[in-house]
T-cell receptor, first 113, second 117 residues
Framework: QKEVEQNSGPLSVPEGAIASLNCTYSDRVSQSFFWYRQYSGKSPELIMS????GDKEDGRFTAQLNKASQYVSLLIRDSQPSDSATYLCAVIPIRGNFNKFYFGSGTKLNVKP | DAMVIQNPRYQVTQFGKPVTLSCSQTLNHNVMYWYQQKSSQAPKLLFH???????NEADTPDNFQSRRPNTSFCFLDIRSPGLGDAAMYLC????????????????FGPGTRLLVL
């Protein structure tokens, strides 16, 4: 079982719509959660982090965390063609001295004009 | 602006010819990481340094080595590149190690794309 699972997509949404990206994780001791955006051929850039259950909003982006169900999602409101990219979910399970980031393979988002 | 810099951005090498990739940071972060990322895959952690303490992932091939001569610089050496080593190599930094709260957030450099002929 992978530590972090994401649907590879592509997820296609029309411009102006809400894009919903989902991520599930396997280890209940995970405490830190991140969303990164990665344009084709570029490196990941941080969108936001979330640590507590519930919603966290930053501009057009909202991260949602549900630790009981072990999923974290990212909503993008008013999607723009410039949002077309691969979105990576990352989690940190707390396992003592050997903590590290676990990344999903990403969901490819296409926003159509 | 504080940042993570990687050089070169593109590297072409021949099968078996040693290559060195470099990373520098002006963020004054304690932790530096090297990841390998192949197309449509998750970044795979190769090494990380917490200050001068070196941590090697168990499945990182012996063909890969790393050096961190000072806080700002980190190098990835590939001693005998094979065709399977062609990938994007990502350097990342964080103020604190994973599991330490907000300072654990990782910031990536632009990456070096390695092509092996």
């Amino acid at each position: 079982q992978k530590e972090v699972e994401q649907n590879s997509g592509p997820l296609s949404v029309p411009e102006g719509a809400i894009a919903s990206l989902n991520c599930t994780y396997s280890d209940r001791v995970s405490q830190s959660f991140f969303w990164y955006r990665q344009y084709s051929g570029k490196s990941p850039e941080l969108i936001m982090s979330i640590y507590s259950n519930g919603d966290k909003e930053d501009g057009r982006f909202t991260a949602q965390l549900n630790k009981a169900s072990q999923y974290v999602s990212l909503l993008i409101r008013d999607s723009q063609p410039s949002d077309s990219a691969t979105y990576l979910c990352a989690v940190i399970p707390i396992r003592g001295n050997f903590n590290k980031f676990y990344f999903g393979s990403g969901t490819k988002l296409n926003v159509k004009p | 602006d504080a940042m993570v810099i990687q050089n070169p951005r593109y590297q072409v090498t021949q099968f078996g010819k040693p290559v060195t990739l470099s990373c520098s940071q002006t963020l004054n972060h304690n932790v530096m990481y090297w990841y390998q990322q192949k197309s449509s895959q998750a970044p795979k952690l190769l090494f990380h340094y917490y200050d001068k303490d070196f941590n090697n992932e168990a499945d990182t091939p012996d063909n890969f080595q790393s050096r961190r001569p000072n806080t700002s610089f980190c190098f990835l050496d590939i001693r005998s590149p094979g065709l399977g080593d062609a990938a994007m190599y990502l350097c990342a930094t964080s103020r604190e190690p994973p599991g330490q709260g907000v300072g654990e957030t990782q910031y990536f450099g632009p990456g070096t794309r390695l092509l092996v002929l």
